[in-house]
């Protein structure tokens, strides 16, 4: 994106930014319902888990898709290709433990966090106006996936509600990021206009 005008940017921008207002979303969704109900089984908990994981990265993968000439679009197949298998393990390993999910979505959140923080640094060099956003969202998913690593934890109610913590923080800054860059592209958008005029 570094040889793209200004203009040429604020579209790009004016296209994508209801991709990380889907994915907040979803994560505020999951958020609410594992803390409204933290006492669920094992299995409702994979479940959940790994239905949310297969949607966050065909989402991810879209986006990648969609951007596939944009600076960081590779990090952001490599996060979709790797939430989707963490999801499908989920799914299709529904006889697992408290201990089994927990560390499927310990090492899924830190694993995310590390490629958010990739993606971002990317998007920075690249001048993509929101590359702040992706590393804020990565440094907490980074920060969260490392206390659950260190932390770990067997009770399937301190599992579902640290899960639902992270997917309400991640849904916000997630949301409040695409509106962000929605708004900070119409700004470019228009200062364009004004510089070409």
Request: net charge positive; glycine share 10%.
């Amino acid at each position: 994106m570094s040889d793209m005008s200004a203009a040429e940017t604020a579209a790009v921008v004016q296209r994508i930014w209801w991709v990380p207002v889907t994915r907040g979303v979803f994560l505020l969704i999951l958020g609410g319902i594992m803390l409204a109900n933290p006492l669920w089984s094992v299995t409702a908990v994979i479940w959940i888990f790994g239905i949310f994981a297969i949607l966050d990265g065909l989402i991810a993968l879209f986006e990648a898709f969609t951007n596939r000439k944009e600076a960081g679009a590779g990090w952001w197949f490599l996060t979709g290709f790797i939430s989707l298998a963490f999801g499908l393990v989920a799914v299709f390993r529904t006889s697992g433990t408290a201990t089994f999910i927990f560390w499927l979505i310990a090492i899924w959140v830190l694993l995310v966090g590390i490629l958010q923080i990739i993606g971002a640094v990317v998007r920075y060099r690249a001048k993509d106006a929101v590359w702040m956003w992706l590393l804020t969202s990565g440094l907490v998913s980074f920060l969260i996936g490392l206390l659950l690593i260190t932390h770990p934890q067997t009770s399937v109610k301190v599992v579902v509600v640290i899960l639902g913590l992270f997917a309400f923080v991640a849904g916000v800054l997630l949301v409040v990021g695409g509106f962000a860059a929605k708004s900070a592209a119409k700004d470019l958008a228009a200062s364009a206009k004004i510089i070409e005029a």
